[in-house]
């Protein structure tokens, strides 16, 4: 079994930074690409930012710039650095991770659970 556990999210104001963290444990033998959604109240879900095994970066227009996705493959582990923080920016973030398990020796998608991220004054 994979999992993969999101945190770090909160409420901040204006202009505040927050850091997520989303972590991946269990049975892996690889993990590929990284992706950080966010879904806010009456919104589809959207992609914010990805990251590849490779380090290959990408990022939504809205939130260039503001955000920075890193890898720590040691610790399985991918952080989302979110600075200059909008109301906007307010939802729930997901990350979703593409990880070869060593149990089942398939590549699947796995999801966390979402942290919210409510940016206000």
């Known amino acids: 079994q994979v999992q993969l556990v999101e945190s770090g999210g909160g409420l901040v104001q204006p202009g505040g930074s927050l850091r997520l963290s989303c972590a991946a444990s269990?049975?892996?033998?690889?993990?590929?690409?990284v992706t950080w959604y966010r879904q806010a109240p009456g919104k589809q879900r959207e992609l914010v930012a990805g990251?590849?095994?490779?380090?290959?970066?990408t990022y939504s227009a809205s939130v260039k710039g503001r955000f920075t996705i890193l890898r720590d493959s040691a610790k399985n582990t991918v952080y989302l650095q979110m600075n200059s923080l909008k109301p906007d920016d307010t939802a729930v973030y997901f990350c979703k991770a593409v990880v070869k398990s060593l149990a089942t020796m398939t590549t699947d998608d796995y999801w966390g659970q979402g942290t919210q991220v409510t940016v206000s004054s």
């Open positions: 990251i590849t095994s490779a380090a290959t970066t």
């Open positions: 269990g049975t892996i033998l690889s993990i590929y690409a």
